[in-house]
């Protein structure tokens, strides 16, 4: 299944994996840093905002990876 997965993703345009990463990746960071926020003693939307910045490494990683690609 996980094969199928990255074949799909890795058939598909770079603009549209961005988009994809994006639509997947920035809505669990940000329930995950809000849901966790009381936890660590941090306000849930400042957990949300952190969980954000979180979500954004591994799109960052996939852009730098393509950039030395090329």
């Known amino acids: 299944m996980s094969q199928g997965l990255s074949q799909w993703f890795d058939s598909m345009p770079f603009a549209q994996q961005i988009i994809v990463l994006a639509l997947v990746l920035d809505p669990l960071g940000f329930g995950a840093g809000y849901l966790l926020a009381p936890s660590l003693g ?3 939307l400042m957990g949300g905002v952190y969980g954000l910045v979180a979500a954004s ?3 960052s ?3 730098m990876r393509e950039a030395s690609d090329e």
Do not use: A, S, T
């Open 42 to 44: 941090v306000e849930p």
């Open 57 to 59: 490494m591994p799109l």
């Open 61 to 63: 990683l996939h852009v």
